[in-house]
């Protein structure tokens, strides 16, 4: 990364140079200053070339066949001649180790499609970290030209409110059986979905697919809509079938064909892109805060007060803010 040509790297992505993309995102996710001002530049050459690509966000519980589905449906899309990136928002993720994307096998004829790319997870940052670069990932894939990108998350924490906020159709995946409690996901997570698709519909599975459908079907008629004029679907879909994610895909392109008429498509995207910009302000507030020397100084001294009962917290806390 020492001598990078930024107007060739630049080139590179708009000329749909998987290397060049590849190194781009290398620098988005850099943590070293020049590398971050060098990205700031690439991003913002890139965005007049982004924002045309269907963006779907998935998540479900671990298990419950995310990368199976990614990769069904991917194979699908880049078979009929789309440009699919895959992409990931897993905090936990070590890129070596156990995440999500992390073994690629699972995505193995994915990977190898000559109209796919899979990028794991950033590594070793705070989900808001993860979820901004993965966002400007998002971009960069697109002004490279994908125009279909898929982005897993783990079913678990924060990671779903992080993605719904970064994708035109958020799809929370289910499996038939396990239990009424349903499985561990939140009813926000319900809230945000835009479809439920309850997975591995094949074999011998298929009456408890048809129960859990029901189930969820009356337990959805208590949730407001995300969108107004969308009410979220619950579909049923098999990753080890051939082509048995197509109907959920064909969901997603229903509800996109409505939503740009009602002018809720991009509304949508309007509002995420100021709730992404109040987010970046908020961490910078954060990172300003952590980095500034008064403060720095100041924080022994006032733990201790407060520590002891001499100040109140919230005494301490505006003192410390007033050296912002
Ligand atoms: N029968 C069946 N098995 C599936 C289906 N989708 C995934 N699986 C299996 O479920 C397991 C977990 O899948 P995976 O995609 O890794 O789940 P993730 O943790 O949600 O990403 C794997 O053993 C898959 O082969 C499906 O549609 N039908
Ligand atoms: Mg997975």
Redesign the pocket.
Known sequence: MQDVDLEALIQGVIDRNRRMTAKAMTLLESRVPEHQEMAAKIMEKLLPLTGNSIRLGVT??????????IENLGVYLADAGHQVAVLAVDPSSKRSGGS?LGDKT?MEKLSAHANAFIRPSPAGETLGGVAARTREMMLVCEAAGFDVILV?TVGVGQSETAVAAMVDFFLV?MIAGAGDELQGIKKGVLELADGIAI?????D?QDRVAQAKKDLENAMHLILPATAAWQTPVMT?????EK?TVPVWEKVLAHRKICKASGDFDQRRKNQALEWMWTLVDEGLKQMFKNNQNINAQIPAVSHQVAQGKISPSAAARTLLSYL
Not at 60 to 69: A, I, Q, Y
């Open positions: 479900g519980v671990p298990g419950v066949g995310k990368s199976t589905f999500i699972r897993e995946l997975n591995k519909a094949d074999g599975n879909c098999s990753s080890v079938v048995g």
